[in-house]
T-cell receptor
Framework: AQSVTQLDSQVPVFEEAPVELRCNYS??????LFWYVQYPNQGLQLLLK????STLVKGINGFEAEFNKSQTSFHLRKPSVHISDTAEYFC???????????WGAGTKLIIKP | NAGVTQTPKFQVLKTGQSMTLQCAQD?????MYWYRQDPGMGLRLIYY???????DKGEVPNGYNVSRLNKREFSLRLESAAPSQTSVYFC???????????FGPGTRLTVL
């Protein structure tokens, strides 16, 4: 069975510092990968997705993620975070449109002034 | 264009009471989903509807029922609420099953 692991439940980082949020999945076949963001007291919205093609994917708000098939990872990065990036970030994986989306437990990004 | 709307935003129930959570989308999406979100557990799928006229169980369907009323609307019913159903409930929709999902603002439900 597929699983998604977000290794850090919380990541504190100073404003304007870089950040990496880690996501690993268990699958030996091709996957579709997603990162969603949830701002406080709101629903989730898509940050970026990898379906095929270039392994470096750029999303909204300056975020990007790199698909690494050999390490089964899809880590999310931003070179300089802002206080407005305070949110919870969720990684999700599916094999294709016939399979349920599997969600990670989420990582809370805490921006320190 | 409102996207995905959910009602109510907040609800408090007593154990054993019933209620229906409403969800509607105006994006002409085929697939719709109901999730619950609990601290430290991410999102768990309750039920989904791949297309109008079909519904399927997700990871945690016990204690819930759903109705895909038409292409726009997908409701979630709790027949006899239990404290374990205290959670935040999200409805989502997507054009293609399991692809990019658009979420509603959520319903915060407390069962006493």
């Amino acid at each position: 069975a597929q699983s998604v692991t977000q290794l850090d439940s919380q990541v504190p980082v100073f404003e304007e510092a870089p950040v990496e949020l880690r996501c690993n999945y268990s699958s030996s076949v091709s996957v579709y990968l997603f990162w969603y963001v949830q701002y406080p007291n709101q629903g989730l919205q898509l940050l970026l997705k990898y379906l095929s093609g270039s392994t470096l994917v750029k999303g909204i708000n300056g975020f990007e993620a790199e698909f690494n098939k050999s390490q089964t990872s899809f880590h999310l990065r931003k070179p300089s975070v802002h206080i407005s990036d305070t949110a919870e970030y969720f990684c999700a994986v599916t094999l294709d449109s016939n399979y349920q989306l599997i969600w990670g437990a989420g990582t809370k990004l805490i921006i320190k002034p | 264009n409102a996207g995905v709307t959910q009602t109510p935003k907040f609800q408090v129930l007593k154990t054993g009471q019933s209620m229906t959570l409403q969800c509607a989308q105006d994006m002409n999406h085929n697939s719709m989903y109901w999730y619950r979100q609990d601290p430290g557990m991410g999102l768990r799928l309750i039920y989904y509807s791949a297309s109008e006229g079909t519904t399927d169980k997700g990871e945690v369907p016990n204690g819930y029922n759903v109705s895909r009323l038409n292409k726009r609307e997908f409701s979630l019913r709790l027949e006899s609420a239990a404290p374990s159903q205290t959670s935040v409930y999200f409805c989502a929709s997507s054009e293609v099953q399991w692809n990019e999902q658009f979420f509603g603002p959520g319903t915060r439900l407390t069962v006493l």
